[in-house]
């Protein structure tokens, strides 16, 4: 029967199962007792262990547990990792979600100190690996023995991102609201709480209303951890754009980062993709943090358009970008029927919106578009905000109505 289970994998398998709703102790008993009744190689093993997986529990679940079992069996390369291409599931369109949660999984346990190796033979696997960032590193000759085929080895470094994602970002969208002196108080009040005193790995990022960004910015000048940005920006240098604010102009009044493209302005403003993506590729160029804001109105959630509309959006945004790195760019996933309505994403569909979006940032940054900060908004609250900030590919919180008082703002700093 199986070896004792490694505690953290034990506790990781128990959560993958709660979080699934398939806390189904005699189901996982059968699972493992077909895996371990045969004297198997480890490869064997976890290929086995996600099919089986697969057809108790379904997709993403599959790829979870094939990661811990790679785990529990103490495997060092993650040639397993193929169960994620089997050619049935890939001629589904699966392929991409299994393999997400076997790298979830990895990244959960620090398999591999970060480092996952995959022997990768036809065409369409290989792409799907270039799509998560795998890089080609060597080939293997011959390696398939039934074909006599050469295998190419593909590495995706998961330490990197552990690092930069150790922190997260927590940002204040204030919106329309607050005169100078009220946003001054409340930016004022923020500092009291949190400076000096800020929870660990946790940024800050107020973004105010034009005529308040200086205001905020002197009170927080000298803070730690806490930036200011702007909600808009208009892409030109200077000229005859009434009513408008240049990049050099917020940088002048203390921001440091600027919103784009968020769903208030492409709905209630009319901005369409094209006009968010020259903003954000000129704020970048001009020295700003650009936060993209992305998400699907309800009737494109309804007809299945989730991943068409991001992948949409997110090119657009970033059509004309020239990032360096991580740093200079972050992405607000906000659906647009949870903003100020008091509906919260559930998990799952958090999580899985979340997951599109890493990868569309993958293929589009390969070098590091898996650092990438990946925001989550719409009615974020200090009663769910701990919960939310602890899933998957959640690197923090754009936080509307719930941000407009200092103490509530600062109890989702904290969560
Ligand atoms: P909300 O707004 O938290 O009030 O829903 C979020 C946002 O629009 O950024």
Same mark, same amino acid.
């Given at each position: 029967m199986a070896e004792p289970v490694d505690a953290r994998c034990a506790r990781e398998l128990t959560a993958v199962f709660e979080e699934l709703g398939a806390a189904d102790a005699g189901a996982l008993a059968a699972l493992e007792a077909l895996c371990f009744s045969s004297p198997w190689s480890e490869a064997q093993f976890v290929s086995s262990f996600g099919q089986a997986a697969f057809r108790a529990f379904g997709l993403r679940a599959a790829g979870r547990l094939a990661g811990y079992a790679a785990v529990y069996c103490g495997a060092d390369e993650l040639e397993l990792l193929n169960i994620a291409v089997l050619p049935e599931l890939r001629r589904q369109g699966l392929g991409a979600r299994l393999l997400d949660g076997v790298l979830q999984a990895a990244r959960k346990t620090g398999m591999n100190r970060g480092l996952l190796e995959v022997r990768v033979g036809n065409a369409p696997a290989r792409a799907l690996y270039e799509s998560f960032g795998f890089a080609p590193v060597g080939r293997r000759k011959r390696y398939y023995a039934d074909t006599g085929e050469d295998a190419l080895v593909y590495q995706?470094?998961?330490? /990197?991102?552990?690092?930069?994602?150790?922190?997260?970002?927590?940002?204040?969208?204030? *919106?329309?609201? *607050? !005169?100078?002196?009220? =946003?001054?108080?409340?930016?004022?009040?923020?500092?009291?709480?949190?400076?000096?005193?800020?929870?660990?790995?946790?940024?800050?990022?107020?973004?105010?209303?034009?005529?308040?960004?200086?205001?905020?910015?002197?009170?927080?000048?000298?803070?730690?951890?806490?930036?200011?940005?702007?909600?808009?920006?208009?892409?030109?240098?200077?000229?005859?754009? !009434?009513?408008?604010?240049?990049?050099?102009?917020?940088?002048?009044?203390? =921001?440091?980062?600027?919103?784009?493209?968020? /769903?208030?302005?492409?709905?209630?403003?009319?901005?369409?993709?094209?006009?968010?993506?020259? *903003?954000?590729?000129?704020?970048?160029?001009?020295?700003?943090?650009?936060?993209?804001?992305?998400?699907? !109105?309800? &009737? &494109?959630?309804?007809?299945?358009?989730?991943?068409?509309?991001?992948?949409?959006?997110?090119?657009?945004?970033?059509?004309?970008?020239?990032?360096?790195?991580?740093?200079?760019?972050?992405?607000?996933?906000?659906?647009?029927?949870?903003?100020? !309505?008091? *509906?919260?994403?559930?998990?799952?569909?958090?999580?899985?919106?979340?997951?599109?979006?890493?990868?569309?940032?993958?293929?589009?940054?390969p070098e590091f578009g898996n650092n990438v900060a990946i925001l989550y908004g719409g009615s974020v609250k200090p009663a769910n905000a701990a919960s939310i900030i602890a899933l998957d590919n959640v690197d923090g919180l754009l936080v509307g109505g719930a941000s407009l008082d200092a103490e509530s703002f600062s109890a989702i700093v904290r969560a």
């Open positions: 995706l470094d998961l330490a /990197s991102r552990e690092e930069c994602c150790m922190r997260k970002i927590v940002a204040a969208n204030w *919106k329309m609201y *607050k !005169t100078r002196g009220e =946003a001054a108080a409340t930016a004022t009040a923020l500092r009291r709480l949190l400076d000096g005193n800020m929870p660990e790995g946790r940024d800050v990022v107020v973004f105010p209303p034009f005529l308040a960004v200086s205001a905020v910015a002197e009170a927080l000048a000298g803070a730690d951890r806490m930036a200011v940005g702007a909600q808009d920006v208009y892409p030109a240098a200077e000229g005859a754009f !009434t009513g408008e604010v240049s990049p050099a102009m917020l940088r002048d009044g203390g =921001a440091s980062w600027v919103l784009v493209g968020h /769903s208030e302005r492409r709905h209630v403003l009319g901005e369409d993709d094209a006009f968010v993506g020259r *903003k954000a590729a000129f704020a970048l160029e001009q020295g700003l943090k650009i936060m993209v804001c992305v998400g699907e !109105t309800l &009737e &494109e959630r309804e007809a299945g358009r989730l991943e068409a509309v991001l992948a949409r959006q997110l090119d657009a945004a970033f059509a004309g970008v020239r990032a360096a790195g991580c740093g200079d760019l972050a992405v607000a996933y906000e659906p647009v029927w949870a903003i100020g !309505t008091g *509906k919260v994403a559930g998990p799952r569909e958090i999580a899985e919106a979340h997951a599109l979006v890493r990868r569309l940032l993958v293929r589009r940054f």
